[in-house]
């Protein structure tokens, strides 16, 4: 009987540790604010710029040092580390009470996300896998989608029954008792460790498949016009997605529509976005990755004004499935398209830079779309901001060239 290739348990590791560091907690924060709003007296702007002040002031230090690291010790070394930095952060936040708390353990998350989230599984899963590497990526990315899809209604039932403050320390703990033994035991670095190589393929046959695949310094990668055009599309487009998730729940309530209600429209969303992720994936191992990517993100920015209309049911309905199933593109592919153009031997550095620059927009558009709401008491100019940075950051995508190495 042929043995189970062991890359699959890594990315069902990968898929876990998906699901919680990005799928519960960054789908899932949002539906905390309106406790923060009202129990706490924070303001919207204040309870998005938790996590900004994060990314700005140790996410883009410790996303480049992690970068090394991974490339240096190996991605599960450092996974475990950024689940104790998760786990910790929540269960903090449950016992705080003062807005520098808040954003204290803010910055903690935020280590700990840098040091769990997407850049080493991201990573992780590319080196253990590199004919099928878009369709893994993809499953991979199915726990950020699951995860997202049941975050809500979860968390909401938590707080319904335990407060806001013992929702968080659940999740925490949960953090610590799941993933620790999933990264201390099953996760490895890299197939070499185990005697495999890549896919499960013989030497010879892994030989031929990486004969192509030229691997660019990063000195000279970080010199290229493509890693530039990689860095902006992605800051612009993962910033118009990061201010609709970040804000959404809270605009839907504002037109009228209660919390269950909005937090099932959000899972809807995420769910349509476990669709996108799986043919996302496919069409990456079929056509070229850039262009796949820059198609999923222009189809990102034309649902956003679909939200111009959400006093009609039919519309919120139409975005939350559109928008879900364009976003299953969302941080899958920018690693393939990254490796696709600079190989694989400096991706955790590259990613690194790349994930730390987007993150700033992800985190920047929710906080202006949270002051233009405070300003204005309407969400109008942000959507068409959001919109516009959505095209853009498509052409820009569709403008990288993997052939051009200057």
């Given amino acids: 009987m042929k043995r189970v290739y062991y890359g699959w348990w890594i990315a069902l590791a990968a898929f876990l540790n998906l699901f919680f560091a990005v799928g519960i907690l960054y789908y899932g924060f949002p539906v905390f604010y309106p406790a923060l709003v009202?129990?706490?007296g924070f303001t919207r702007a204040q309870t998005t710029q938790g996590f900004l002040l994060g990314f700005v002031l140790v996410g883009l230090l410790f996303g480049i040092v992690a970068g090394a690291l991974i490339d240096r010790l190996g991605p599960g070394q450092i996974i475990r580390?950024?689940?104790?930095?998760?786990?910790l952060s929540l269960v903090l936040m449950g016992r705080m009470s003062h807005l520098w708390q808040y954003y204290l353990f803010c910055v903690i998350e935020v280590v700990g996300y840098t040091l769990a989230g997407p850049i080493p599984?991201?990573?992780?899963?590319?080196?253990?896998?590199?004919a099928k590497r878009g369709r893994v990526m993809?499953?991979?990315?199915?726990?950020?989608?699951v995860g997202g899809v049941i975050s809500a209604p979860l968390i909401n039932t938590l707080i319904n029954r335990v407060g806001w403050r013992g929702a968080f320390e659940i999740l925490g703990v949960a953090i610590l008792v799941i993933l620790f033994p999933v990264a201390q035991w099953v996760t490895r670095s890299a197939p070499g460790e185990l005697g495999l190589e890549p896919d499960g393929l013989s030497?010879?046959?892994?030989?031929?498949?990486?004969?192509?695949?030229?691997?660019?310094?990063?000195r000279r990668a970080v010199r290229t016009l493509n890693f530039w055009l990689i860095l902006a599309g992605c800051t612009l487009v993962i910033g118009a997605i990061g201010t609709v998730i970040?804000?959404?729940?809270?605009?839907?309530?504002?037109q009228g529509y209660s919390a269950g209600y909005a937090s099932r429209v959000m899972s809807a969303l995420l769910m349509a976005s476990l669709i996108g992720r799986v043919i996302a994936g496919c069409c990456?191992?079929?056509?070229?990755?850039?262009?796949?990517?820059?198609?999923?993100?222009?189809?990102?920015?034309l649902c956003i004004p679909l939200l111009f209309l959400a006093r009609r049911p039919a519309a919120v309905w139409s975005f939350a499935v559109l928008f879900g199933l364009a976003m299953g593109a969302d941080y899958m592919l920018i690693p393939l398209v990254t490796a696709e153009?600079?190989?694989?031997?400096?991706?955790?550095?590259?990613?690194?830079l790349i994930i730390m620059g987007y993150s700033v927009g992800q985190w920047m558009g929710p906080v202006l779309a949270g002051r233009i709401y405070d300003a204005t008491r309407s969400y109008d100019a942000a959507w068409a901001m959001m919109t516009v940075a959505g095209v853009l950051g498509a052409a820009t995508i569709y403008a990288i060239s993997p052939q051009r190495r200057a």
């Fill in 38 to 40: 009202n129990g706490l």
């Fill in 81 to 87: 580390w950024g689940i104790g930095f998760l786990g």
């Fill in 121 to 130: 599984n991201q990573v992780l899963v590319s080196r253990w896998f590199q």
């Fill in 138 to 145: 993809g499953y991979a990315y199915l726990g950020l989608g």
């Fill in 203 to 218: 030497p010879a046959a892994e030989a031929a498949q990486t004969g192509a695949e030229r691997d660019v310094a990063v």
């Fill in 246 to 254: 970040q804000h959404l729940i809270l605009f839907l309530r504002d």
């Fill in 284 to 301: 990456a191992d079929r056509f070229r990755n850039k262009n796949v990517m820059a198609l999923f993100y222009l189809l990102i920015a």
């Fill in 341 to 352: 153009c600079f190989g694989i031997s400096g991706l955790g550095k590259l990613l690194a």
